[in-house]
């Protein structure tokens, strides 16, 4: 028995980043026999309360990084904000870094994936990297009022994004302006809703694409996923979806792609952001896939064979449950559960603050208006309001 113990080995997958994603990743990796490695910022953040081996250090150290990856089989993410040049430095000595800085770069920098994917045919808003408040102007000017100004690099959740509806307020954007950050300005897309679609590749180039989700957004955050997408025709969503892969190829993403689409009256879509590592527009596969995005980016970055990506039941509903007037969550799931024994909640570890992303509800079933009120009811429950 000893000696058949010793001479097998786990997989040793590195996540740097300890929020809520790297925790769900974690528990993906339970049922798989991978073992989870971290790097967090702090020793009580989302995934260190969960995950057994973690190191705690600072994701922009060279030393601290490299040291880290040593004991890994793979390195991925549980965000993009770790350095591209020292990743470049980790695949030279040898290491797997997935998704690779050179796919990256593109999740990281909203100016090279502008123009990456403009000309590799990819529907894009008109862009432009402007240098000044009198580019911005000019751009305004050129393409009509009003525009969208964007941070290059750094911006979530609505940060580090202007709607500039005059050319009086072309210079908000550049105030307080970080080193290397540039502003690219964007043509307004006067869109109906907005999509997710997301793609998981491994490195030997199998793919699998997600059912396409209506995201709904409200002050930047995502609120709610509703899986399917409503209304969607058939072919609308295989676009889509052959977007979502097309990217992933055109760039040579491993891991999970997410691509977050704008779509217009006329039924079209253009790219808004991308991010390649699990997505909150993901978070329905947890319970409503046949494999959820956790598992299958764990899959792809260690080139095991995709999983079945398709829906379990007609209508999923994801619903954010932001920081609100409730502190103790536990406690209150027995009134959610109570009501819906189909309901299905994650908790992500964290102290309530307004606004912030502590946990999400998952519900299901054959009708869609019946789903999205269970959802919203539990979710809004958890953020104090009964009446929800």
């Known amino acids: ?90 695949e030279a000595a040898g290491v797997q870094v997935r998704p690779g800085p050179a796919a990256l770069i593109h999740a990281q920098d909203k100016a090279i994936m502008r123009e990456r994917l403009t000309a590799a045919g990819i529907p894009c808003p008109i862009n432009r990297v402007v240098a000044d408040p009198a580019a911005l102007q000019a751009f305004g000017d050129e393409h009509g009022w009003p525009v969208i100004a964007k941070t290059s690099r750094g911006g979530y959740d609505g940060k580090g994004v202007w709607k500039i509806d005059t050319a009086a307020e072309v210079g908000i954007p550049f105030e307080n302006l970080g080193d290397g950050i540039q502003i690219v300005a964007e043509e307004y897309v006067a869109f109906t809703r907005e999509l997710s679609a997301l793609a998981v590749r491994s490195p030997s180039g199998q793919a699998v694409a997600y059912p396409i989700s209506e995201s709904v957004q409200r002050d930047g955050i995502c609120v709610e996923t509703v899986t399917p997408a409503p209304g969607l025709t058939e072919q609308q969503a295989i676009d889509c979806q052959r977007l979502a892969l097309t990217v992933a190829a055109e760039l040579e993403v491993v891991g999970l792609l997410a691509v977050e689409l704008m779509q217009r009256d006329d039924g079209s879509v253009v790219v808004n952001e ?60 027995l009134h959610c559960f109570a009501r819906d024994r189909r309901l299905r909640v994650q908790l992500y570890g964290k102290d309530v603050k307004p606004g912030r992303k502590v946990g999400h509800v998952t519900t299901y079933g054959d009708d869609l208006a019946d789903v999205r009120k269970r959802s919203r009811h539990a979710a809004g429950y958890l953020m104090g309001d009964p009446d929800a």
């Open 1 to 90: 028995m000893s000696e058949r113990a010793s001479s097998t080995r786990s997989f040793v997958v590195g996540i740097i980043g300890g929020g809520q994603l790297a925790r769900m990743m974690h528990a993906a990796s339970v049922g798989l026999g991978i073992r989870v490695r971290l790097l967090a910022e702090g020793p009580d953040v989302s995934a260190a309360q969960v995950v057994g081996d973690v190191t705690v250090g600072d994701y922009t150290d060279p030393e601290t990084v490299r040291n880290f990856a040593a004991g890994c089989d793979v390195i991925t993410f549980d965000h993009e904000h770790v350095p591209t040049g020292l990743l470049r430095e980790l």
């Open 274 to 333: 991308l991010a390649m590592r699990p997505h909150n527009t993901g978070h329905w596969t947890i319970d409503g896939s046949h494999t959820s995005q956790f598992e299958n980016h764990l899959r792809a970055v260690l080139d095991l064979p995709l999983g079945d990506p398709t829906t379990r039941s007609p209508w999923t509903v994801m619903t954010n449950v932001l920081g609100g007037t409730v502190e103790d969550l536990p406690s209150a799931l």
